[in-house]
């Protein structure tokens, strides 16, 4: 199970913190990414940290935004900084499983970022 919080209203230049806690003894296997949708849009890729701890990031959002994760807790972050208006979106993470030769992924419920002009 994934459940992320941090999501709310913000002003344009302002900063949210995401966070997604993930419910699993295999934490430090998973590749972890957020995913986000507007209205009307597609789900988008937005970064994505590997097991390792590797990183990598849609260009819109390089230098503003910084993906990380504590294994001790279980939980993946999305610092998200100098926000703007077309950052709005439900934020998602999604977790694959990379012990198992399957690689299952899960997705958390999102949560809603909204930036003021």
């Known amino acids: 199970q994934l459940v992320e919080s941090g999501g709310g209203l913000v002003q344009s230049g302002g900063s949210l913190r995401l966070s997604c806690k993930v419910s699993?003894?295999?934490?430090?296997?998973?590749?972890m990414s957020w995913y986000r949708q507007a209205p009307g849009k597609s789900r988008d890729l937005v970064a994505t940290?590997?097991?390792?701890?590797?990183?990598s990031y849609v260009e819109s959002v390089k230098g503003r935004f910084t993906i990380y994760r504590d294994n001790g807790v279980n939980t993946m972050y999305l610092q998200m900084d100098n926000l703007k208006p077309e950052d709005t979106a439900v934020y998602y993470c999604?977790?694959?499983?990379?012990?198992?030769?399957?690689?299952?992924?899960?997705w958390g419920q999102g949560t809603q970022v909204t930036v003021s002009s």
């Open positions: 699993t003894s295999s934490f430090r296997f998973y590749q």
């Open positions: 999604k977790g694959q499983n990379m012990e198992l030769s399957t690689k299952p992924s899960y």
């Open positions: 940290i590997t097991a390792r701890g590797d990183t």
